[in-house]
C-alpha cells in the first residue's frame, strides 16, 4: 500500500502534524443502525403515545405504595399488559386501551388508599 502524497509531505517536515493526520485519515464511519428507520408518528400517534407513557409513569410512582409481597405482581401484570399492546398501532384502540389501563388503574389506586388507610401509612 502506498501512502498518500499528504501523509508524504508532513513526514518530512514534523512528525507530531504526522501522526495527527494519520489519526484524522482513520476517522470512524458513522454506526449502521441494524434496524429499519420507523415512519414519523402523526401528531395524533405521538399524543396517544404521550398518553400511554403518561399512565405507565403514574403506575410505576404509585407502585411504592403497594405491600412489597404484592409490588412484584402488581408491576408484572402492569407490564404484561402494556408489552402485548405494544405493537397496536390504531389510534382508536389506543384510545380504548389507555381509557382502560385507566379504569384498571383507578381501582388499584383505591384499593392502594384502602391498604394504606389500615396501615395507618401516607395517601
Known amino acids: 500500500m502506498r501512502p498518500s502524497s499528504r501523509l508524504l509531505s508532513t513526514t518530512s517536515t514534523n512528525t ?6 494519520v489519526a484524522a485519515s482513520r476517522t470512524r464511519k458513522p454506526a449502521v ?7 414519523p408518528l402523526s401528531l395524533e400517534q405521538f399524543i396517544q403515545r404521550q398518553r400511554v407513557l403518561t399512565l405507565w409513569r403514574t403506575i410505576l410512582r404509585s407502585a411504592y405504595r403497594i405491600p412489597k409481597d404484592l409490588r ?3 408491576l408484572a401484570y ?9 405493537h397496536v398501532s ?8 389507555i381509557s382502560t389501563g385507566k379504569a384498571e388503574f383507578d381501582g388499584m389506586q383505591r384499593y392502594i388508599d384502602e391498604l ?3 396501615a395507618g401509612g401516607p395517601q
Open 16 to 21: 507530531t502534524t504526522t501522526t495527527a493526520t
Open 33 to 39: 443502525s441494524r434496524k429499519a428507520a420507523a415512519p
Open 72 to 74: 412484584g405482581e402488581t
Open 78 to 86: 402492569a407490564r404484561g399488559e402494556f408489552e402485548r399492546n405494544r
Open 90 to 97: 390504531d389510534v382508536g384502540q389506543i384510545r380504548y386501551l
Open 116 to 118: 394504606a388507610a389500615r
